[in-house]
């Protein structure tokens, strides 16, 4: 069955950085767009960026352009969301989740496959 584990969630201060990461497993990975999306206590899960296929596009939430990266390694069937300059409002559920389709599609229900989610908690 298909499986998406996260991994690298934790506890930073303010401006510092984490590097989230996502083993993917029995899927054809580069058949798949792959993203990430969180939750903060209380709020809906939020589209936080996406990767095509084959890593050539990306698309970012506003609320993190510029900040975050996502990067995609198919030989290892790994996704990646490097993030920088942390701020207290970051702090949510990480998960990462696989969907085929379009590139441009970011709503949750047009992701197929979700992982079970990482904590990241920035403090002040």
């Known amino acids: 069955q298909v499986q998406l584990v996260e991994s690298g969630g934790g506890l930073v201060q303010a401006g510092g950085s984490l590097r989230l990461s996502c083993a993917a497993s029995?899927?054809?990975?580069?058949?798949?767009?792959m993203g990430w999306f969180r939750q903060a206590t209380g709020k809906e899960r939020e589209f936080v960026a996406v990767?095509?296929?084959?890593?050539?596009?990306?698309y970012y939430a506003d609320a993190v352009k510029g900040r975050f990266t996502i990067s995609r390694d198919n030989a290892k069937n790994m996704v990646y969301l490097q993030m920088n300059s942390l701020k207290p409002e970051d702090t949510a559920v990480y998960y990462c989740?696989?969907?085929?389709?379009?590139?441009?599609?970011?709503?949750?229900?047009?992701?197929?496959?979700w992982g079970q989610g990482t904590q990241v908690t920035v403090s002040t």
């Open positions: 990767i095509s296929r084959h890593g050539s596009i990306t």
């Open positions: 989740t696989g969907g085929q389709g379009a590139v441009w599609m970011v709503g949750a229900d047009t992701y197929e496959y």
């Open positions: 029995g899927l054809t990975f580069n058949n798949y767009r």
